[in-house]
């Protein structure tokens, strides 16, 4: 199959970019979306020119590294999907598809499609611990947790950090990202005791890197190839809410 | 403890909340406007004067037009730090296909519900508190007349149904919405919330709907 691409082209941090058309065929509906762009890439190559630069890591849907907006949704037109696992059967023949990277001011586009995501890191490095001192690893039915417990804290914990949350929030929030950690380390004996220091940390350090507040438009839950659920965001606002009144 | 996205969110949430709550007494109140023409003016008059003289009532009308008003001011707080946030805008945009229209567009409600409540408070609280009115029979101001013969004219209903379907899409997010921020996460109590605040959200509009029809249709002669 043959598609007309419009890709973002940006040269790096600052400067200023722009959407570049191109032509590809022989495009197999078998392929995924960054083989595509892998196929436009190497003929680019062919032809001198710099090749359209994206994030990819694992290529199976686990890593949360690749992510850009395509047709003008969070990893393309499917819900529930990393762009690495959307496959070029999802388009028809002919079709025109706009490529372009995740936008927030918190994620500035470092080249191309390739943007910035440590506001994420430095949400984590904020509270997504707990401080425990490490060493061997403690008998593992010393501290007994029901099941339903762990299957809903790893539930939470199965974020992979795409970003494709804060990409299709019309306000750039990163509440979804966020409350998924708060509620992962909450629902845990040991993220429990720290659970009030934490949660204000984190929410103050998702502020600092300025990402916007939810309205609860819930898009962040379709968009999110984990499908983690929104009332994660209400378990993060009842946390913050008790320690707003508790914490001394 | 410092302002953050969540505290601006829990401003809009309890300010809203309250806003929903006096929603409910001012429909009761209307309602006296649908009984039979001879008892709803002297009723009507006399409930509007009540509330005009009452300590308890005055203080929470301070918390009204307060509410109202952080409501608004915070709401465009909010916005300028999504603006902010947003930086440079999607080329191409279909964000639009993975939430509702109303959750999105809290803000272009708002506003139309805001020029309505000038509207409102001009031609009922205005003349009400500072304007001269005749009186009625038992000496209270005939505030039932000006209602009623507002209501004679189409152009006016348009404006207040108009208003009033604007106001049930903002409910039917914003009252949802607030339990979310107010912390709601459990997930049976966070869907019965949201069918309450569907049934909350069309007797509101439908109750505030009816009132201007029903005089315009049945109570066309003074």
């Known amino acids: 199959m043959k598609l007309y691409l419009k890709v973002w082209r940006q040269e790096h941090r600052d400067s200023k970019g722009g959407m ?18 892998d196929l436009l890439n190497e003929r680019l190559i ?22 850009m907006m395509i047709n003008g949704r969070a990893h393309g037109p499917l819900t529930g999907t990393t762009t690495c696992q959307l496959h070029m059967r999802s388009f028809n023949d002919g079709e025109t598809v706009y490529i372009e990277p995740f936008r927030a001011t918190a994620f500035p586009v470092l080249r191309d499609l390739k943007i910035d995501r440590s506001a994420f890191d430095h949400i984590i490095q904020s509270g997504g611990y707990i401080s425990a001192s490490t060493g061997q690893a403690p008998e593992s039915n010393s501290i007994p947790i029901a099941h339903e417990v762990t299957e809903a804290a790893f539930d939470a914990a199965a974020c992979i950090g795409c970003g494709a949350c804060v990409a299709t929030c019309k306000n750039s929030s990163a509440a979804l990202f966020t409350s998924a950690k708060i509620s992962h380390l909450v629902l845990l004996p040991q993220g429990k005791l720290e659970s009030a220091d934490r949660v204000v940390s984190m929410v103050n350090q998702m502020d600092t890197e300025g990402f916007g507040h939810c309205s609860n438009t819930e898009a962040c839950e379709v968009e999110c190839p984990q499908e983690i659920s929104v009332l994660h965001i209400g378990r993060m606002n009842y946390e913050y809410n008790k320690a707003l009144a508790l914490r001394k | 403890m410092k302002q953050t996205t969540l505290t601006y969110k829990l401003v809009m949430a309890l300010t809203g909340l309250f806003l929903c709550f006096f929603l409910v007494i001012h429909l009761l109140g209307n309602l006296q406007l649908l009984l039979p023409e001879s008892g709803a003016r002297e009723q009507f008059n006399w409930y509007s004067h009540l509330l005009s003289g009452n300590i308890l009532i005055k203080i929470i009308s301070y918390v009204l ?7 608004a001011i915070y709401a465009l707080v909010i916005n300028r730090k999504n603006t902010k946030a947003n930086g440079e805008k999607y080329v191409y945009d279909k964000r639009s296909q993975v939430s509702s229209w109303n959750s999105r567009n809290m803000g272009i409600l708002g506003t139309i519900i805001l020029i309505f409540l000038i509207i409102h408070f001009k031609d009922y609280w205005y003349v009400y508190k500072f304007g001269h009115l005749p009186l009625d029979a038992k000496g209270n101001k005939d505030l039932y007349s000006i209602v009623i013969s507002s209501f004679q004219q189409g152009w006016y209903i348009i404006i207040y149904e108009l208003s009033f379907i604007a ?11 607030a339990s979310r921020t107010l912390g709601l996460y459990h997930p049976k109590y966070s869907s019965l919330v949201r069918v309450f605040g569907w049934i909350y959200s069309l007797a509101i509009t439908l109750g505030f709907m009816l009132i201007p029809i029903y005089i315009y249709f049945n109570l066309n002669v003074l």
């Open chain 2, 65 to 71: 037009y307060l509410s109202l008003i952080g409501h």
């Open chain 2, 167 to 177: 106001l049930g899409f903002h409910l039917l997010h914003g009252f949802f919405s």
């Open chain 1, 20 to 37: 570049i058309s191109y032509e590809v065929d022989g495009i197999s509906e078998h392929m995924s979306f960054l083989e595509m762009l």
């Open chain 1, 46 to 67: 062919q032809k001198g020119e710099r090749v359209i630069e994206f994030d990819h890591d694992c290529r199976e849907g686990i890593c949360g590294a690749c992510g």
